[in-house]
Every structure is written in structure tokens, then in C-alpha cells.
């Protein structure tokens, strides 16, 4: 059972367009919930993170927005790059938990036209 | 900045071979983990550890083994590679606890199995 399911899995957005990846959950315990780049190439890298407590989080042009009672998440990308061309993924996970696993979304493929 | 290397970027390798992919971090984490990442399936999790001599199966532990001695070396076992192993295989870690919920991801080790 896929504990957490993203869409699109690719994504063509234009040069200053909105990008928005969307992510639900099923598990109400999760309590961190991540999102992360990856370049070809390399590994995936952290990019900006949020705990339930807020519905929002802004980090320059990068924003989650979260939804606790639909149990979704979504990244926006304002004022979409060339260089913001990249894999996400969206995760989940229980920051009590010793074992510290997260749990993938299947990514989305990002490409932004200049 | 924290450090995970792979041992190698690139491997080929031929059916039945015994294969050993090794991971190390610099920065003394608990947790590591080995995934493997496929279009279109993103990253799965294979194994991971939460301490040296613990570890922990993940969603697709099938064909593979893992050996964790030392806290900073975290080592993925084919143990007869088969084609469909065939993947990227990325390692990494993060320390034990509340405020160290962050992933760090090594570059990944390309794997073809003939």
C-alpha cells in the first residue's frame, strides 16, 4: 500500500509560470513532511519541509501548502526556472519515530521551458 | 556540510556475481538507508539501519542483505544479482531525534547487472 501518492509525474511548465506538485497521505501520524530535489546525477537533497501545526510555509520562491483534514500537500514553485528542472519528490514521516524512515512519493519530473 | 559517499558511480556487473555496494557518512548519524530508484516507481526503500549491528527491512528487501559494523559505513549485499536489480541505488543517513529529520543523500551508484 502506497502510504503516500504524488501527482503529476511530469510536469512542462513555462519560464515565470506556477509549478504545483500535489501529495496525500494516509497515515494521520505522520508529522513531517518534506520535500526534496534531485538533479540528474546526483542525489536527492532537501528543499523545504513542514510540520502540521501550520498551514503554510514560504522559503523564497517555494511554498508547501498543507491541508490537515484532507491529509494533502502540495509544493508551489513561483516564478518557475529553467534551473528549477529537477525531479520532487514529497514524503512523510513521524518525527518521534527511532527507526526515522520516510515514506516517498513516486516523484514528479519537472521541466521548465525558457 | 554532512558527506555520503557511494563507492562507486558506476557498476556493471554479470548474473549471479555476488555485489557489494558500500556507503559512508561523515557525520556520525544513527540512521542510514539504502533505496533504489526506478522511473516511474520512485525511491524504495530496500533496508535501513537505526545503529551498528540493527537493521531493519524496508518495502523491497528481496535479493538483498545489508551489514552495518561500524556507525559510519552502511553496506548493501546482492547476494546473486539478477537483471532486475538492475537500478540506481542511493544511500543515506540522518542523525537520531527531534530537529534531525533531514535525509543527506550520496550521489547514487548506477547498477547494470548483465
Known amino acids: 500500500q502506497q502510504q503516500v501518492k504524488q501527482s503529476p509525474q511530469s510536469l512542462i511548465v513555462q519560464k515565470g509560470g506556477i509549478s504545483i506538485i500535489n501529495c496525500a497521505y494516509e497515515?494521520?501520524?505522520?508529522?513531517?513532511f518534506p520535500w526534496y530535489q534531485q538533479f540528474p546525477g546526483k542525489g536527492p537533497a532537501l528543499l523545504i519541509a513542514?510540520?502540521?501545526?501550520?498551514s503554510e510555509k514560504k522559503e523564497g520562491r517555494f511554498t508547501i501548502s498543507f491541508n490537515k483534514s484532507a491529509k494533502q500537500f502540495s509544493l508551489h514553485i513561483m516564478d518557475s526556472q529553467p534551473g528549477d528542472s529537477a525531479t520532487y519528490f514529497c514524503?512523510?514521516?513521524?518525527?518521534?519515530?527511532?527507526?526515522?524512515?520516510?515514506?516517498f512519493g513516486r516523484g514528479t519530473q519537472l521541466t521548465v521551458w525558457p | 556540510d554532512v558527506k555520503v559517499t557511494q563507492s562507486s558511480r558506476y557498476l556493471v556487473k554479470r548474473t549471479g556475481e555476488k555485489v557489494f555496494l558500500e556507503c559512508v557518512q561523515d557525520?556520525?548519524?544513527?540512521?542510514m538507508f539504502w533505496y533504489r530508484q526506478d522511473p516511474g516507481l520512485g525511491l524504495r526503500l530496500i533496508y535501513f539501519?537505526?545503529?551498528?549491528?540493527?537493521?531493519e527491512k524496508g518495502d523491497i528487501p528481496e535479493g538483498y542483505s545489508v551489514s552495518r559494523e561500524k556507525k559510519e559505513r552502511f553496506s548493501l549485499i546482492l547476494e546473486s544479482a539478477s537483471t532486475n536489480q538492475t537500478s540506481m541505488y542511493l544511500c543515506?543517513?540522518?542523525?537520531?531525534?527531534?530537529?534531525?529529520?533531514?535525509?543527506?543523500f550520496g550521489p547514487g551508484t548506477r547498477l547494470l547487472v548483465l
Open positions: 543515506a543517513s540522518r542523525g537520531a531525534g527531534l530537529g534531525t529529520e533531514t535525509q543527506y
Open positions: 514524503a512523510a514521516g513521524n518525527r518521534g519515530s527511532t527507526l526515522g524512515r520516510l515514506y
Open positions: 497515515n494521520t501520524a505522520f508529522d513531517y
Open positions: 539501519s537505526y545503529d551498528v549491528k540493527m537493521k
Open positions: 557525520m556520525d548519524h544513527e540512521n
Open positions: 513542514i510540520r502540521p501545526d501550520v
